[in-house]
């Protein structure tokens, strides 16, 4: 973080930011540029949210350095951190695709699409026990019974599965069935929950708050390794915007910008970013374009009866030829 003092600032104002820098542990830098004294602290703690700089006299401006966080951090290790879910690798260079239902809703319906989605190249599956409704009526998930499908299903297609978790008490039992426990959006803040799966061994895939500054969500993902879990996969799946052309405004520069800030893998989710199946496709290879590790993709044999979100959800066929496309589009910027 750096401190731009106004150009009257006076040295026991200078010395007072530099006097409280110091109790809190930073490692302060003065320099003068264009006659202004320039405060440099850095330590391990985010100084930003340690006093309110903007307050102290003769404080012109404070410049914060997004910085990756201490252990998620690219500043503390360089090689990137590769996540194993079952047998499937993310983050070791080769795009990875989930895909499956947005929620189990039977068993005919899960093992159609598990089966489907195999056949066509499919990496993990996804398909959720516990929905995240906006409202208190729609379709809650079938729970338990979800997570008994989805593991019969792993068992017939040989396929991981990754599953959300809403609540910290339901951690254990998500946790004794998935590969991978996925944090969605609404929870990205919920740091109840954040500290309950780091201090479980399964692998996480935690979503970007619909809010939340890639600051904020680098934050979460140090909550959940601040535990002892750095097994995280960030998961881009757009923000709010102001246009409600779309349901969320995919942010693609969060891509390549947490892969610099963090060591994690980053995927993209393209149906929950658009909302609508007409831009699954060409989000989902931007992503691919832009280096994402993978992408999350809404599959559904029957869209049309769907519980939730069938209207982002892909037929089986469609996901067919979007891994086509993948193909192409990741061995045009050189990757498979
Ligand atoms: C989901 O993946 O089913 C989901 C609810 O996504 P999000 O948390 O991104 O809304
Ligand atoms: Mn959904």
């Not at 997004?66 to 690798?89: A, F, I, L, W």
């Not at 093992?111 to 990496?123: D, E, I, N, Q, Y």
Request: charged fraction near 25%.
């Amino acid at each position: 973080m750096i401190i731009l003092m106004r150009p009257d600032a006076t040295g026991d104002e200078v010395a007072q930011v530099v006097e409280k820098l110091g109790a809190l542990g930073a490692d302060v830098h003065i320099s003068t540029e264009d006659g202004r004294t320039v405060v440099n602290g850095t330590t391990e703690v985010r100084l930003r949210d340690e006093a309110p700089w903007d307050a102290f006299p003769g404080v012109e401006r404070v410049v914060p350095v997004v910085r990756g966080g201490r252990r998620v951090g690219r500043q503390n290790k360089s090689d990137n951190t590769v996540v194993v879910v079952g047998d499937v690798k993310i983050g070791d260079g080769p795009v990875k695709v989930i895909a499956g239902p947005c929620a189990v809703e039977s068993r005919e319906q899960l093992f159609a699409t598990a089966v489907a989605v195999k056949t066509s190249g499919a990496h993990i599956l996804r398909g959720d026990a516990f929905k995240p409704r906006t409202s208190p009526y729609s379709f809650q998930g079938l729970g338990k019974a979800a997570l008994e499908i989805m593991a019969e299903a792993r068992s017939t297609t040989g396929l991981p599965f990754v599953a959300e978790v809403l609540d910290p008490r339901d951690v254990d039992l998500v946790g004794s069935y998935a590969d991978m426990l996925r944090v969605g959006t609404r929870n990205m803040s919920n740091h109840a929950l954040l500290r309950e799966v780091g201090r479980q061994p399964k692998p996480v895939q935690l979503k970007r708050g619909m809010a939340a500054t890639i600051e904020e969500w680098i934050d979460a993902a140090e909550y959940i390794a601040n535990e002892g879990n750095s097994d995280i996969v960030m998961v881009e799946r757009g923000v709010r915007g102001f246009d409600n052309s779309v349901r969320n405004t995919l942010d693609i520069s969060a891509v390549p910008l947490v892969k610099f800030l963090t060591h994690l893998p980053v995927m993209v989710d393209p149906s929950h970013a658009a909302g609508r199946k007409d831009l699954v496709l060409p989000l989902a290879l931007a992503a691919v374009a832009a280096g994402a590790d993978g992408v999350l993709v809404d599959v559904h044999p029957n869209p049309y009866e769907a519980l939730v979100d069938g209207g982002q959800a892909l037929l089986p066929h469609e996901f067919d030829a979007l891994m086509s496309e993948l193909r192409l589009v990741a061995a045009a910027v050189g990757r498979s």
